[in-house]
């Protein structure tokens, strides 16, 4: 008798809740798309006040490694607390690299956008889901019939949040994966800021091929922007202070990376900070995706307690609403 009812409010309050999940996801990314876009107009604005004559192209600044941009930047060693050729490489890399990160952010939005509805449709299947409840309600008013309504809605917003929940980790782990590459790379780079290597050898700055921390640096732009992602979808599940503090430490990977691989030349720590940062972002990622996971466990189990529950309560309901019914007539 209420299992159609049950079923409607269930699919109107999924959708409703999904709707509202993906507009928020949407509309943030597209707010970071155009911080993006801010920033690499202002790192070539930046770029086009200064001129260092081996790297002013960005055709050559494509084409050369990572080492030899810092070569060619810094000259020589005494030149390396220069703060305006620092700037210089940070100009570089942002304006080379940030478009890794929007890419990411454009297909996430492309990928979402699709699905959204008009704010008239999301609004009304709220419309719809209070008509349902409210007429079921009024013609069948009892303790039984707000108690059966109570828990359909239960159920409904249990498997609404599982389907946040599945989202937020399948993105969340693809950033794991980014991540888990840079760091890999990373781990295996050697001499970076050693300028004895390549004066023994006497090499020449264009020529020094790329190593593992190019391959790092064509990674992390990935790695930070599907982390930014899993920031926004995983945001609402970050209850505890544990999961609140490890989301804080997600923030601004990407710019890290940079500061930190000029410092790490700078000092000739190998790639100490940079490698110590991602590993400790990688660790916070790691935490909230256990988190989710858990929570993602104890919302199954919750659904399939508040199935079996719903479900006898509709039976039951139904039985003595009829019952009820008969008995008047």
């Not at 000739?268 to 466990?297: C, F, P, W």
């Amino acid at each position: 008798m209420f299992q159609g009812i049950a079923e409607q409010i269930t699919e109107a309050t999924k959708e409703v809740r999904q709707q509202k999940v993906l507009r928020n996801y949407v509309e943030t990314l597209e707010k970071q798309e155009k911080v993006n876009h801010r920033l690499k107009k202002k790192a070539e604005s930046n770029l086009s006040k200064t001129s260092i004559p081996q790297v002013s192209s960005s055709k050559v600044i494509k084409s050369i490694s990572l080492r030899s941009l810092f070569f060619n930047v810094f000259k020589k060693q005494e030149n390396e607390k220069d703060s305006a050729r620092s700037n210089f490489i940070r100009n570089i890399l942002t304006s080379t690299h940030i478009d890794h990160c929007t890419a990411v952010y454009t297909k996430e939005i492309t990928a979402n956008k699709s699905k959204l509805k008009p704010g008239r449709e999301v609004t009304s299947l709220e419309l719809l889901i209070k008509k349902i409840k409210n007429s079921t309600k009024d013609k069948y008013y009892s303790h039984d019939v707000l108690s059966m309504l109570q828990f359909i809605d239960r159920l409904s917003q249990a498997k609404a949040k599982s389907i946040e929940l599945e989202r937020a980790l399948n993105v969340g782990q693809t950033a794991e994966k980014h991540l888990q590459t840079t760091i890999k790379n990373l781990t295996q780079e050697e001499n970076w800021g050693s300028w004895e290597l390549v004066a023994s050898k006497k090499a020449d700055y264009n020529q020094i091929p790329p190593s593992e921390i190019d391959k790092a640096l064509d990674q992390m732009p990935l790695a930070s922007a599907y982390i930014e992602c899993f920031c926004i979808l995983a945001l609402p599940f970050l209850e505890n202070r544990n999961l609140v503090l490890h989301g804080d430490n997600l923030q601004g990977l990407f710019n890290a990376f940079i500061e930190n691989t000029i410092k790490d030349w700078i000092y000739a720590d190998k790639i100490k900070a940079t490698l110590s940062r991602s590993k400790q972002v990688m660790n916070s990622v790691k935490v909230i995706i256990h988190g989710l996971e858990n929570i993602y466990e104890q919302n199954k189990s919750e659904i399939s307690l508040l199935e079996i529950e719903t479900s006898k309560r509709i039976e039951e309901t139904g039985k003595q609403v009829e019952k009820r019914l008969n008995e008047k007539f």
